[in-house]
């Protein structure tokens, strides 16, 4: 099997293990659904890949996915260099993402916390701060969610074993998720 056989094989894999996980995919959509109704915003994290993942899913909803509406508010965490590089200076890498959080949201605000590993620590302490500030926890993890799938009220993990294949699978997500988004708008 040459590379391109072997990734597209993977791929498949990884999307067959995302049957399993359609009920998790609507609960997570519905969660910021949620969030968005009732005046919160969603604020995204993760690192990497991860981190594009948050922009990319933050700007389909203050730009707009397929359908024309109004812009939603969401803010990518990952964006501001010098609040990354300040807080990471003064306070610690696994702090940058909890410290925005403590700036930025309040109740009812919804953060989507993506980790392939379900391990990565600034998100983990991401998690644990928006818990406290008492916001909903939407993972969109992989593996096997690591230690943030516990933490997160909803959450969707890819159960594959490459990063490429579970970032494939979490845009799609997205996509989903803001299709499901543009629906509920198209409604009201």
Request: net charge negative; hydrophobic share 45%.
């Amino acid at each position: 099997m040459n590379i391109i056989e072997q990734a597209f094989f993977a791929h498949q894999a990884a999307l067959g293990a995302l049957n399993d996980r359609l009920g998790d995919i609507e609960a997570c959509g519905q969660a910021l659904i949620q969030s968005l109704a009732t005046g919160g915003k969603i604020l995204v994290c993760g690192n990497g890949g991860s981190a594009a993942d948050a922009q990319h899913l933050a700007a389909e909803l203050t730009g707009r996915f397929e359908t024309s509406r109004r812009a939603l508010p969401a803010i990518a965490l990952t964006t501001d260099t010098s609040a990354l590089t300040a807080i990471g200076n003064d306070f610690g890498f696994e702090q940058i993402f909890a410290r925005q959080l403590q700036a930025l949201a309040k109740p009812g605000d919804c953060l989507v916390a993506i980790s392939t590993s379900g391990n990565s620590q600034n998100v983990l302490h991401a998690v644990v701060a928006a818990k406290d500030l008492g916001l909903v926890c939407v993972g969109l993890l992989g593996r096997d969610g690591g230690l943030l799938e516990p933490l997160c009220d909803h959450s969707v993990t890819v159960e594959h074993a490459q990063t490429a294949r579970i970032q494939e699978c979490h845009l799609l997500v997205e996509h989903i998720w803001c299709a499901m988004i543009d629906a509920h708008y198209a409604e009201c």
